[in-house]
């Protein structure tokens, strides 16, 4: 059972750049999707970064050009990359394949990222 623990999440201005970063606990390799959600309070749980085994990348319109994912499955991790900061990208981010495996729990608590002036 694969367990993933995502940090790197903290309170930032807007226009600031950070780094997130999620560990998982056995291989990621036969993900071919990996990437990274996001869920604002009172809000569904969205997907807004992936990338496959190969290297493809894909990004919500909302993030695209601001946000870089990337991941390295000898070292079991994913990263994230957000530049130029809004408001709007304020929410509890999670890493997880994409889609999430049916009949699996492999979500793990998230990291906070806030940001206001």
């Known amino acids: 059972q694969v367990q993933f623990v995502e940090s790197g999440g903290c309170s930032v201005q807007p226009g600031g750049s950070l780094r997130l970063s999620c560990v998982a606990s056995g291989s990621i390799d036969s993900f071919y999707v990996m990437g990274w959600y996001r869920q604002a309070p009172g809000k569904q749980r969205d997907v807004v970064a992936g990338?496959?085994?190969?290297?493809?990348?894909n990004y919500a319109n909302s993030v695209k050009g601001r946000f870089t994912v990337s991941r390295d499955d000898n070292k079991k991790t994913v990263t994230l990359e957000m530049n130029s900061l809004k408001t709007e990208v304020t929410a509890v981010y999670y890493c997880n394949s994409v889609p999430p495996v049916l009949n699996k729990d492999y979500w793990g608590k998230g990291t906070q990222v806030t940001v206001s002036a």
């Open positions: 990338i496959t085994t190969d290297g493809a990348t």
